[in-house]
């Protein structure tokens, strides 16, 4: 029979044509052969442990250790195979726990470090490694015993609340400024928009007072040229008039004396002023 298994289990393998154990993903199960499939997901193992903090006070502190088997070492996969072939791993592992919770520490943040080398001499037999463990995620530092007692931790808070408190009203200063400046500007961009709308109005009615203007010299200057033109036309009448009358009196009785300089008859001058002023 041909089996396969999941992306987290294993085939552990043993019988005919096997010497010791094949640890596989998938194979061909043949008569006299035994197969049994292991689980390889690490199991979360949630435990209580009896702690006391700097004031001498008990208290429950919940723990939750994460074992699984080292997936990478095939040696390692053997080992653990042939270790859990009979058994579940979560019950070892849980007995080997359960015999080191009713233990007392002095703080908190150093009972589960001292619970931890003890599951790990523990487990270390059946080739299962700690995944993840509070003192993972706990950091060996100075600053983690200035909070040993309550009332530190209460008192760093409140410090902490006014120190937000102070950094929020300067925040809500500095907005309140922004919205200011920005409440100025906008009544100044009003004000110039304003001006603008003006200023274009000033410039629309100049230009149709330029219009007018325009207009008003282009006429004038229409009827100063009719005018022109008339005052010509009159002029040239007055010179052919004035020609006719000389050559009719250059052509009269002979001995009889013509008037000089050019000078002409008051009824030629009494006709070009009525003209003109036509």
Not at 18 to 36: G, N, R, S, Y
Not at 75 to 99: F, P, V, W
Not at 119 to 124: G, N
Request: aromatic fraction near 6%.
């Amino acid at each position: 029979m041909y089996r396969v298994v999941k992306a987290t289990e294993f085939l552990a393998i043993t019988g005919a044509s096997i010497d010791d154990i094949k640890v596989t993903k998938k194979a061909l199960v043949w008569p006299f052969q035994k197969c049994k499939m292991i689980d390889a997901i690490p199991v979360n193992y949630t435990f209580q442990v009896n702690a006391m903090n700097a004031e001498k006070l008990p208290f429950l502190l919940p723990t939750v250790i994460i074992i699984g088997p080292r997936v990478d070492d095939h040696e390692s996969l053997i080992k653990y195979a042939k270790l859990l072939s009979d058994h579940r791993s979560d019950s070892q592992c849980e007995n080997t726990m359960d015999g080191h919770s009713g233990s007392s520490g002095s703080l908190a943040g150093e009972q589960p470090r001292g619970v931890l080398p003890m599951i790990k001499h523990q487990i270390r037999p059946r080739e299962a490694v700690v995944c993840w463990s509070p003192a993972n995620r706990h950091r060996h530092c100075k600053c983690r015993n200035l909070y040993a007692y309550p009332t530190t931790v209460v008192l760093a808070v409140v410090e902490e609340r006014k120190e937000l408190a102070k950094d929020n009203v300067r925040l809500e200063a500095e907005v309140n400024q922004l919205r200011e400046a920005n409440k100025r500007q906008v009544e100044r961009i009003k004000e110039l928009e304003y001006d603008v709308v003006e200023g274009q109005d000033r410039v629309g009615d100049l230009c149709a007072q330029l219009g007018e203007a325009h207009e008003r010299m282009v006429k004038r200057a229409r009827k100063a040229r009719v005018r022109a033109e008339s005052i010509l036309n009159i002029c040239d009448d007055l010179l052919g008039e004035e020609s006719d009358e000389a050559s009719c009196i250059g052509g009269g009785v002979e001995g009889e004396p013509t008037q000089s300089n050019g000078s002409t008859s008051p009824t030629a001058d009494y006709a070009f002023t009525s003209r003109l002023q036509f």
